[in-house]
């Protein structure tokens, strides 16, 4: 019987591929800027990854139309994937581990940003205002990740399946390449830069 707190299956897959190649990004950026700082660097991941999504948002919009094995929209799945990628290198530029329960749960804390309180609560937790920190830090006890993990994971699914209109006028032609790159460049860009200034407040 699966742990509780473990992801699907698919999931499971999508973010062990977006920690790879997030682990790859980090050592290679280290490599490029030796003189860079944490924040430079951070700035720079966000930049890159922002350009990415916009790039494939506007290549894929009619692959909405594309549904994957699991069910879920091929752009929604690149989003996730993109999302997740970029605030593991995030993580690990920080020099947090993004692997296990802890990990994902570091992950979902990011990824959730302000709603993470709502979603504690909605597992039935009261964890205060520095949940975020907590869960960065990995201070938290395992049976409240336990708890948190599919419930955080199950907010972000919802989020990035909801806003039909924007991704209803990716279809139409000629508005859907720039809509989608706008659209997704800017969200990834908010998400990553959030993140950032979350972890450096730790």
Do not use: C
Request: cysteine-free.
């Amino acid at each position: 019987m699966r742990r509780r707190s473990a992801p699907p299956r698919w999931v499971a897959q999508l973010l062990d591929l977006a920690r790879r190649r997030a682990a790859k990004r980090v050592d290679s950026l280290r490599a490029r800027f030796p003189e860079a700082s944490r924040r430079e660097l951070g700035e720079q991941l966000v930049r890159s990854s922002s350009l990415r999504a916009g790039l494939l948002g506007a290549a894929t919009g009619t692959l909405a139309l594309i549904v994957l094995p699991v069910g879920l929209p091929a752009g929604v799945a690149l989003t996730l994937l993109l999302e997740a990628e970029l605030l593991f290198a995030l993580i690990a530029l920080h020099g947090l581990s993004a692997t296990g329960s802890a990990g994902r749960l570091r992950l979902y804390a990011l990824w959730a940003g302000g709603g993470f309180a709502d979603a504690a609560k909605g597992a039935g937790l009261r964890l205060g205002a520095d949940a975020v920190g907590r869960a960065l830090s990995g201070s938290l006890p395992a049976r409240i990740i336990a708890r948190l993990n599919p419930v955080l994971l199950r907010a972000i699914l919802r989020r990035l399946g909801l806003g039909w209109l924007p991704r209803a006028l990716k279809m139409w032609p000629l508005l859907g390449a720039p809509v989608g790159f706008a659209l997704d460049r800017a969200a990834l860009r908010t998400l990553g830069l959030a993140a950032l200034d979350t972890l450096e407040a730790r």
